[in-house]
């Protein structure tokens, strides 16, 4: 992920040090276990004492120049570290690149969600707390763009909460879903190794064995993980593609907000864009453009090839920084949105009641009315007469032979909200 949008936290999980931290966790498990298994001699473990006090910063150095020659980033770290202690050379007994690397992937995947799972609760408590400020705030509720019926600020964003809820979910079930490890070898069967060892390497790491695997994880773990991370992005992505939509000069009801120095145009002074919002759906196009190649991931020449590798290295940091990044982008925003309901009133009423059929529609059928003569008649009224719609009603004289006064006053007074508070109850809010 480019600095722009990289936030120091997850950065940290990504950088080359912590993956050659990791690994080296990895290596150190597996020759405790083989120590305990008596696999290799004891004097294995002084290998602790050596890198103690080890500089990672020359060990990645190191790497990289053995890497140059070797072209094998795994080998050039243990190469690298046999110049450091002799005990080394009891490193990766019996094990492949892939039980190093995978189960080392595991460990930093699950930082990475457990920073984004944090980030994102705090942004699912800032929308819970607007869903209850705005929950009888009316809006119009649109759809198609088009003016529907009334409904409340704190259900669009209780609607949201809803959806973040389930996201969260996703997100602990990919936690879950990640924390596998391996060390079985090869091509996955045990022939240098112990399902027994496995399991004691994964009991030091708080991971789980995987039950079977080739040479490496099976990478529908890592389809099902971005999956759900694409599906909290595509979360954020409804949210602030609303806030744009409510941002356009002519509707005017939501904005963000717009600081003292900041500036919305190089040429035009009067701009205030929804930069941040726009700037979220653009990153949410890239996130999910990473769906094909993780799914074609899955599918690997028999026990395995390297064609997964390239394109993980890319998508793994770059999809949960970018969604850190927005998270925190929209958090920001939501926190500090400006709710104009003073618009809002304004642009319900601008227009007359002419979205009042609905309850018209169904006080006729009651009446014995079909339904098509019904329809056709308040299509008329609210197609023609929309803008003074609550005369042309009161007045039209098929309708006034099958509903009185008080009844049509009753449909243009509807309480669309009468059932907010039973919704809000199935979240114990």
């Not at 936290?9 to 080359?16: L, N, Q």
């Not at 864009?273 to 899955?298: A, D």
């Not at 006053?409 to 508070?421: D, G, I, P, T």
Request: glycine fraction near 4%; proline fraction near 3%; hydrophobic fraction near 40%.
């Amino acid at each position: 992920m480019i600095k722009r949008y990289l936030l120091p936290e997850i950065e940290e999980v990504w950088k080359d040090e912590n993956k050659i931290k990791k690994w080296l966790l990895v290596e150190l498990a597996v020759l405790e276990a083989q120590v305990e298994f008596s696999i290799i001699p004891k004097q294995a473990l002084k290998i602790k004492d050596d890198l103690k006090d080890i500089d990672y910063n020359y060990l990645l150095k190191r790497q990289a120049e053995i890497e140059k020659e070797v072209e094998h980033d795994v080998i050039a770290f243990l190469m690298a570290l046999e110049e450091i202690s002799e005990y080394a050379k009891y490193l990766h007994y019996g094990l492949t690149s892939s039980d190093v690397i995978d189960t080392a992937n595991a460990l930093i995947i699950r930082e990475a969600l457990e920073l984004i799972k944090k980030e994102y609760k705090e942004f699912i408590e800032i929308l819970k707390e607007k869903a209850i400020v705005y929950k009888y705030s009316p809006i119009m509720g649109r759809t198609h763009g088009v003016y529907a019926e009334p409904t409340t600020i704190g259900l669009k964003f209780l609607n949201y909460y809803s959806e973040a809820l389930r996201n969260l979910k996703r997100i602990e079930d990919s936690i879950e879903e990640i924390s596998y490890g391996k060390i079985s070898g090869a091509v996955g069967n045990y022939a240098f190794l112990s399902p027994r060892i496995e399991e004691e390497v994964m009991k030091k790491l708080n991971l789980k064995p995987e039950k079977i695997s080739t040479q490496i994880i099976p990478r529908d773990r890592y389809a099902y993980v971005i999956n759900n991370l694409v599906l909290l992005a595509e979360n954020l992505e409804r949210i602030f593609l609303e806030i744009r939509l409510l941002s356009r000069t002519e509707v005017g009801e939501f904005s963000e907000p717009f600081y003292e120095k900041q500036r919305g145009s190089s040429a035009m002074p009067h701009k205030r864009n929804p930069i941040r919002s726009e700037r979220i759906n653009g990153l949410v196009r890239l996130i999910r453009g990473y769906l094909i190649p993780i799914h074609e991931n899955i599918a690997l020449w028999h026990e395995r090839d390297i064609s997964h590798s390239s394109i993980e290295r890319i998508i793994l940091p770059d999809i949960t920084s970018a969604i850190y990044y927005i998270i925190r982008l929209g958090k920001n925003i939501i926190k500090d949105l400006i709710i104009d309901e003073k618009r809002i009133k304004e642009n319900m009423e601008k227009f007359g009641k002419y979205y009042l059929t609905q309850p018209f529609l169904l006080k006729l059928v009651q009446k014995g009315i079909s339904r098509k003569i019904a329809y056709e008649w308040l299509k008329r009224i609210s197609h023609t007469e929309y803008q003074h719609f609550e005369n042309a009603i009161m007045n039209d004289s098929e309708i006034r032979n099958y509903l009185s006064e008080d009844e049509i006053k009753e449909c243009l007074n509807w309480n669309y909200y009468k059932n907010v508070e039973e919704i809000y109850k199935r979240f114990g809010l």
